[in-house]
């Protein structure tokens, strides 16, 4: 999986070299990204041990359809799911299939699978929908489905909402707010089925180029119920930078 994730950054690089010598022709967009953040925050729970992580990635869309590449690299030594980890091991990488369409133009939605390799428990996959209504806020309903390891019912949804406000030229402000539902999905816990966590965050987008951008973000979560936190959810501040190559 690793030796994968690599030649998938390679390929898009080499996309987007060809871009500024081929515009016309191109009919694959996408990007490539790397970040550093205090912590790898999923879904309320820490993955990293309260330690920083260098998360990087890839996109490639051709018309609706869109493949991404994501990896999750610890910076420190430390145990993340009951399992010891040295400083450059990658502890998960994820492979995206994600097809979008507007049917109307006030929904829009996005349906994918996801593959989750886990370095230190059992890989699995997740497909699910997203339907976002385009209006104010763009509020955002996400089903996901555990089909692979959830020997439960395996599901999980969030309700999100966001708007970004320009400041000047290139520099925009981000908002947004996420609730949450687990119904014994495996990435959380398959131990209950009750409210998950909720999320508060902003964030500053500076677009450099059309084709360079940097982001600097902060997410408060925390946990909404008793049962999510009898899991181990619990309120966390997640904040870091990222640079991402448009093409």
Request: hydrophobic share 40%; proline share 1%; charged share 15%.
């Amino acid at each position: 999986m690793k030796k994968f994730g690599m030649f998938f950054v390679v390929c898009a690089l080499c996309m987007a070299a060809m871009v500024p010598t081929a515009k016309a022709e191109v009919v694959v967009s996408g990007d490539v990204y790397a970040g550093m953040y205090n912590k790898y925050l999923f879904r309320g729970v820490d993955l990293s041990d309260n330690k920083w992580v260098s998360q990087f990635g890839a996109d490639l869309t051709y018309k609706g359809l869109t493949l991404s590449y994501w990896s999750n690299l610890l910076t420190h030594d430390g145990t993340v799911l009951g399992s010891a980890y040295e400083s450059g091991d990658i502890s998960e990488t994820d492979i995206t299939l994600n097809y979008n369409f507007t049917p109307i133009e006030l929904l829009t939605f996005n349906v994918g699978n996801t593959f989750y390799s886990l370095e230190s428990v059992q890989d699995t996959n997740e497909i699910y929908l997203k339907t976002t209504v385009n209006t104010l806020l763009s509020p955002t309903l996400s089903i996901f489905y555990d089909w692979d390891q959830s020997t439960e019912t395996g599901l999980f949804y969030s309700l999100s909402a966001g708007h970004t406000f320009e400041l000047m030229k290139g520099l925009g402000l981000n908002l947004g707010a996420l609730i949450s539902y687990n119904q014994r999905n495996y990435s959380v816990s398959e131990a209950f089925s009750n409210w998950n966590n909720y999320e508060l965050s902003t964030g500053l987008d500076y677009t450099i180029t059309d084709n360079f951008k940097l982001s600097a973000s902060y997410t408060y979560s925390n946990a909404m119920s008793d049962k999510a936190r009898d899991a181990g959810i619990s309120d966390e501040s997640l904040y870091g930078i990222k640079a991402a190559f448009i093409f």
